[in-house]
């Protein structure tokens, strides 16, 4: 398996621009999440999924979109991008109740917005 | 909402040194309790979790206490080696409901030879 994956690596924005960064996981997870992770600061979560076609905001999702169409595939979108999302964005999975509680994350996103 | 602050921020100890970080959380509600390591340029690992209806776990060097009436968590490790030198997030949570976990702000270890 190779678990949660995050493309691309790194990428570079113009303020204005929009750009989407894709998740996928291969672990037949029913739960996906996206975090940002701010210099010195913890994870804080933008958007989840509990299932395929089901999403909900978390704490910090202004300036984000995302979908789930499928089990598999997790993508967030970021529109009119700004400096303030300048962060490493971090994909991670669940299994669900039960299957454990643990999220496993994927290598992340580091974006920068000038 | 749930709240976690973690302390310090910053731990430096010798090689062979026990290392303790600290957090606390607001949301009596909360359940679940993972402490999560992250290397430089990765993404965190979950390295031990608690649940609320256990004191205390332990992994080979590590061990996670848990303080429901004062609403605290500690995470120790024994015996620190160069490898364990990352930062450590704890994170808070309830289950049966989406799981969403609130993080701490980090702590750097360094583990000096």
């Known amino acids: 398996n190779a678990g949660v994956t995050q493309t691309p690596k790194f990428r570079i924005l113009k303020i204005g621009q929009s750009m989407t960064l894709q998740c996928a996981q291969d672990?037949?997870?029913?739960?996906m999440y996206w975090y940002r992770q701010d210099p010195g600061m913890g994870l804080k979560l933008i958007y989840y999924?509990?299932?395929?076609?089901?999403?909900d905001k978390g704490e910090v999702p202004n300036g984000y979109n995302v979908s789930r169409s499928t089990t598999e595939d997790f993508p967030l979108r970021l529109e009119l991008a700004a400096p303030s999302q300048t962060s490493v964005y971090f994909c991670?999975?669940?299994?669900?109740?039960?299957?454990?509680?643990?999220?496993?994350f994927g290598p992340g996103t580091r974006l920068t917005v000038l | 909402g749930e709240n976690v602050e973690q302390h310090p921020s910053t731990l430096s100890v010798q090689e062979g040194d026990s290392a303790v970080i600290k957090c606390t959380y607001s949301d009596s509600a909360s359940n679940y309790f993972p402490w999560y390591k992250q290397e430089l340029g990765k993404g965190p690992q979950l390295i031990i979790d608690?649940?609320?209806?256990?004191g205390e776990k332990k992994d080979q060097r590590i061990a996670v206490t848990l303080n429901k009436t004062a609403k605290h968590f500690s995470l120790h490790i024994t015996e620190t080696q160069p490898e364990d030198s990352a930062v450590y997030f704890c994170a808070a949570s309830m289950t049966g409901t989406a799981s969403k976990l609130t993080f701490g702000t980090g702590t750097r270890l360094q583990v000096t030879l």
């Open positions: 608690i649940r609320s209806n256990v």
């Open positions: 672990m037949n997870h029913n739960y």
């Open positions: 991670a999975s669940r299994a669900g109740t039960s299957g454990g509680n643990e999220q496993f």
């Open positions: 999924s509990v299932g395929a076609g089901i999403t």
